[in-house]
């Protein structure tokens, strides 16, 4: 990839138009143009665009997953891009060289997968839950890693070619993690780049009605999905006793149980048990997918 070639991919419910063009300007100030951006109206109509990016309206709400598979779609058939670069609708890049330090990333690995963003707030925080490592440590040490931040991330086209795209079915919740397993188990490096940031608002995860009830359903899918059988009953085991152990709801609490009976009972695509040369990979970089 010695003239990387840049897309990006932005998802809005189209209520925020006044963030999603910052992010936009921002985007435009790189120092490396993308030569695509694409912004998909996931279930709502879009607000107006600057000229050359290309909105696509979805009619109705797909989630995190379908919208990014249609986002992809359409950079495909645009083509001419190498890397594909998911933002959040109310980022912001803060950064003009962003794309040129993944340019430079990515000619020097070929092997490289996924590059995740540091997301922080505007005073320079990252919460806990945007370190990608069971040890977190400081926010702005950087490494290889075994899952990935859905705010800000880089994907390699020629990797997703290989594994497939997003899990449709997932719709929201664990949908990188999913993505980033492929990756590890098909030989792929997952690089945490702290010093390429997305500004972010500090938020919680639970402000979304369907959190508890979609993050057990497809810990669960994770589980029937990827893992070697022996580790199904550990991974959903440790998973239990942690939300037990840290959630103080018992709203919450039912939610979460009534997930997690949907994703034994339900469906969720093909079954491919990673190598256990992966687990090992994994417990190397230090998370073992028992956690």
């Known amino acids: 990839m010695r003239h990387l070639r840049v897309g990006v991919a932005i998802l809005t419910m189209g209520n925020r138009p006044d963030e999603l063009r910052a992010l936009l300007d921002s985007v435009a100030g790189q120092d490396l143009e993308a030569t ?7 279930g709502s109509p879009l607000p107006p665009l600057p000229e050359g990016t290309t909105g696509v309206e979805l009619s109705e709400n797909l989630g995190v997953s379908g919208g990014r598979n249609a986002a992809l779609d359409e950079l ?77 991330h880089a994907l390699s086209l020629p990797m997703l070619d290989r594994i497939g795209g997003w899990p449709d079915e997932f719709f929201y919740a664990h949908e990188e993690t999913d993505l980033a397993w492929r990756a590890l188990d098909d030989g792929w490096r997952v690089l945490y780049a702290p010093e390429m940031v997305l500004q972010h608002p500090w938020t ?44 103080r ?17 339900t469906p969720c695509g093909r079954r491919k048990p990673m190598r256990w040369r992966t687990v090992w990979r994994m417990t190397k970089l230090g998370r073992p997918p028992v956690i």
């Open 204 to 247: 919680s995860p639970t402000r979304h009605a369907v959190y508890h009830r979609m993050v057990a359903r497809n810990r669960v899918w994770l589980a029937k999905r990827h893992l070697p059988a022996p580790l199904v009953p550990v991974y959903l085991g440790v998973w239990t006793a942690l939300t037990v152990v840290r959630n």
């Open 249 to 265: 709801s018992a709203a919450g609490l039912r939610a979460w149980a009534g997930g997690f009976a949907e994703g034994v009972r």
């Open 36 to 42: 695509h951006i694409v912004v998909i109206g996931n």
């Open 76 to 152: 495909r058939k645009l083509g001419d891009v190498d890397v594909v670069v998911d933002l959040d609708d109310d980022g912001l890049l803060i950064s003009p060289d962003v794309f040129s330090r993944l340019a430079e990333l990515y000619a020097r690995d070929p092997e490289l997968g996924i590059v995740s963003f540091r997301i922080a707030d505007e005073r320079g925080r990252t919460q806990r839950r945007h370190v990608p490592r069971l040890r977190v440590g400081d926010p702005a040490r950087g490494g290889y890693v075994t899952t990935f931040l859905g705010g800000g």
